[in-house]
Structure formats: structure tokens, C-alpha cells
């Protein structure tokens, strides 16, 4: 989704927003320009779909773009572990994505 004007040359982040209702990738240029975006419905089922889903969010950018983003950063409710790498408590609702990093 570029709008013909971003120059989509320099460094990017990916930004990946884990919710209870979709799952949604942004990708901005250092300007702070969203150069793509994109969305999923949350399947939150045992086998944990949404982390296979959120990956292939990132790769279909990276795809998009050529290459690989600079960083990903990652959103999730819940409460972080004391090492700040993963969700440690979200009982009721995505319960998979505890202790995922």
C-alpha cells in the first residue's frame, strides 16, 4: 500500500499489534510514513493459529518491501513477565500467547 510518494528506500519497523479481535502489522519509515499495513481475524484456538498468523503478517511485508524490516516490535494484552519478554498472565482470552517470545 504505497502511495506513490513514500520513498520506501531507508530503515523500517514493523509493528505488530496482537489483539482478541485481529491481529494487525504496520510498517513505517523512519519519517514515521506507513509504507504497509494489514490485518487478520484472531483465531485464538490451542494450537496458538495467531502466532502462524502474525509471522506470515510480517513476512508478507517483508515480501512486499524486499526485504527484511529493521525491527519488530510487538504489542499483546496482558501482563508482561518480570523479564519483559513475554506475556505471563492472560487467563480467559489468549491463553496461548503466554510465555510466547
Excluded at 510487538?74 to 480467559?92: F, N
Aim: hydrophobic content about 45%.
Amino acid at each position: 500500500m504505497n502511495d506513490g510518494k513514500t520513498d520506501r528506500t531507508g530503515r523500517y519497523a514493523i509493528g505488530l499489534d496482537v489483539g482478541g479481535t485481529n491481529v494487525k502489522a504496520v510498517a513505517l519509515g523512519a519519517d514515521g510514513r506507513v509504507w504497509n499495513q494489514r490485518e487478520v481475524p484472531t483465531v485464538d484456538d490451542a494450537a496458538g493459529t495467531w502466532k502462524a498468523d502474525a509471522r506470515e503478517l510480517v513476512a508478507g511485508i517483508e515480501r512486499e518491501l524486499g526485504r527484511a524490516a529493521d525491527a519488530v516490535g510487538v504489542c499483546s494484552p496482558g501482563i508482561v513477565a518480570a523479564h519483559a519478554k513475554s506475556v505471563w498472565w492472560m487467563l480467559g482470552k489468549m491463553e496461548p500467547s503466554m510465555g510466547f517470545e
